[in-house]
């Protein structure tokens, strides 16, 4: 790929992740439409000003526009097209989507031998699913399958990235929390930064339910959602937890096991709900109760951090400790300025240190 092609598919990605219009970008910048056409159909390159104002205005660094992208095709599966999430927002999302899976791709290829790892279904995944039964089988199984028992999980995006799965933090419309994406059909699940961990976790899970099952006759969303509280709470569990029948469960209750397991109080109500621990008008009282309370959207008690998929900057820890890339490089990796690199990689663990230990 030349030169002016390279660039032209950057402004091109950028522009879309900023959900900008070529007309927009162009008076943003100060060309005319037509330049920003020739720039980004790689008919003419962009003098090293207009690029600089290009990169101001679109939110990125300069080498950014030099980096070859990755022969990764990032797509939207079909069941995916009815959901509420405008094309422009789609657009946007693919396009960082895209960007954060082409320096993810490059981290990977400075360890070509170790590093290759390839999402495989387990024997019998995905599989058919026509019933409720059927989904609380299914996530049993996916359990057993991966051999990670019966107790609460820890990072599910770590652990999804264990078994092969790609997970990216993206800003990101706030229509949903993530999407299951495929990348030439390997999957990739984006979450949206800055939400609660009880609600990525579940997310996380309705995402992965999605993928490991092929839904007949019933609600796509809906048979996710069961699978995702079937996967972060099996039904021996909630047995366990709660009893096999209640007239009442209490909000207290209810938060201890929010902290215990990483999903929240209402998804624990629909949880009792759905396997019949609790009747329908139990759970319609303390949603209605919730709602008085102004926990709806707000649980009390201290919210559960985000969890972060944290792979790809182990990779890039390691490739910066063995010189194999520069530490402007790793920023940049990392969609960091080096600044920002410095300050968040050596804050958290270590003191005021300015470079990587050598051996």
């Known amino acids: 790929m030349d030169a002016k092609a390279m660039v032209g598919q950057r402004i091109k990605a950028a522009r879309a992740a900023a959900g900008l219009s070529q007309r927009e970008l162009a008076r943003r910048v100060g060309v005319s439409n037509t330049a920003v056409h020739k720039y980004e159909k790689g008919e003419d390159m962009p003098g090293s000003e207009v690029l600089l104002r290009i990169s101001r205005t679109l939110g990125v660094r300069m080498d950014y526009f030099f980096r070859p992208p990755a022969a990764l095709h990032v797509t939207v599966p079909s069941y995916r097209k009815k959901k509420s999430l405008s094309k422009k927002a789609e657009a946007a999302l693919i396009a960082k989507v895209q960007d954060w899976l082409d320096r993810y791709v490059a981290v990977e290829s400075l360890f070509p031998k170790e590093t290759e790892r390839k999402f495989d279904f387990p024997d019998g995944f995905p599989r058919k699913v026509s019933s409720y039964e059927d989904i609380e089988?299914?996530?049993?199984?996916?359990?057993?399958?991966?051999?990670?028992?019966?107790?609460?999980?820890?990072?599910?995006?770590?652990?999804?990235?264990?078994?092969?799965?790609?997970?990216?933090?993206?800003?990101?419309?706030?229509?949903?929390?993530?999407?299951?994406?495929?990348?030439?059909?390997?999957?990739?699940?984006?979450?949206?930064?800055?939400?609660?961990?009880?609600?990525?976790?579940?997310?996380?899970?309705?995402?992965?339910?999605?993928?490991?099952?092929?839904?007949?006759?019933?609600?796509?969303?809906?048979?996710?959602?069961?699978?995702?509280?079937?996967?972060?709470?099996?039904?021996?569990?909630?047995?366990?937890?709660?009893?096999?029948?209640?007239?009442?469960?209490?909000?207290?209750?209810?938060?201890?096991?929010?902290?215990?397991?990483?999903?929240?109080?209402?998804?624990?109500?629909?949880?009792?709900?759905?396997?019949?621990?609790?009747?329908?008008?139990?759970?319609?009282?303390?949603?209605?109760?919730?709602?008085?309370?102004?926990?709806?959207?707000?649980?009390?008690?201290?919210?559960?951090?985000?969890e972060f998929p944290r792979r790809m900057e182990r990779l890039v820890a390691r490739a910066v400790a063995e010189e194999l890339i520069t530490v402007s490089r790793a920023a940049e990796l990392l969609g960091l300025s080096v600044v920002e690199f410095r300050e968040s990689w050596y804050k958290e663990t270590l003191p005021r240190v300015p470079e990587p230990v050598r051996g």
């Open 137 to 306: 089988s299914v996530a049993v199984m996916l359990r057993e399958a991966w051999d990670i028992g019966m107790d609460p999980l820890g990072n599910i995006a770590e652990l999804l990235e264990e078994k092969g799965i790609k997970v990216g933090m993206v800003e990101a419309d706030d229509r949903f929390d993530a999407l299951l994406l495929s990348a030439d059909g390997s999957p990739v699940i984006a979450v949206r930064e800055g939400i609660p961990g009880d609600r990525e976790r579940f997310s996380i899970a309705h995402e992965l339910g999605h993928l490991v099952m092929e839904v007949e006759v019933l609600d796509e969303e809906k048979a996710a959602n069961r699978f995702a509280g079937a996967f972060l709470v099996p039904r021996t569990v909630a047995y366990r937890e709660l009893g096999l029948k209640r007239s009442r469960l209490d909000f207290r209750e209810l938060l201890l096991l929010k902290y215990k397991y990483g999903i929240s109080m209402a998804a624990w109500i629909f949880r009792a709900k759905d396997l019949g621990i609790i009747s329908e008008s139990v759970a319609r009282g303390l949603f209605s109760a919730m709602k008085k309370l102004g926990w709806w959207g707000k649980e009390p008690g201290e919210q559960i951090p985000q």
